[in-house]
C-alpha cells in the first residue's frame, strides 16, 4: 500500500466515526467550491460484523450492523463515505470530505478538520477505557 492510500485509510477511519455536526458543517464549506456533484449511491443497508475467535483461531459473523452508504463523484474523483446508523447526510458528507481531499482541493483545512476529529477520537476512547477499567473486577480477590 502507498503512503498516500495508507493515509486516504487512515482519513476515512477518522471520518467514518467524526462527530455527525462537524462534518455536516465542513462539508457544507467545502461544496460552495466543489460544483456538480453525481450521486452515485446513497444508501441504508446491513452488514456483517466480522470477528476472529482468538482461542478456536477461527472467524465468525457476530452479527448485523445498520449502516449508511454514500458514493459520490465530482471533480473527476469519487468520495465514499460509509457510517453507522441510518443518517444518510452524514454518510455524504463523509464521501465530499473525501472526494474534496482526493481532488487535492482544501488540502490543510481537510487534514486540520481530521486531525482535530482524531485527538477527540483519541481523548473519548481513553474515557471510554478508563470507565470500563474503573468496573473491572479482579476475580483473585475473592
Known sequence: MSETQSRHAQILNTLARASIPASKSFAEELLDNIGDVEVVQNRTGLVMLPMHDTVEGTSFHLGEVLVSEAHIKAMGKEGYG???GRDLEASMAMAVIDVAWQAGMA????????????KQQEKDDDDQMRAVEATRVNMETF
Open 82 to 84: 460509509m457510517r453507522t
Open 107 to 118: 488540502i490543510d483545512r481537510i487534514e486540520a478538520f481530521v486531525e482535530r476529529q482524531a
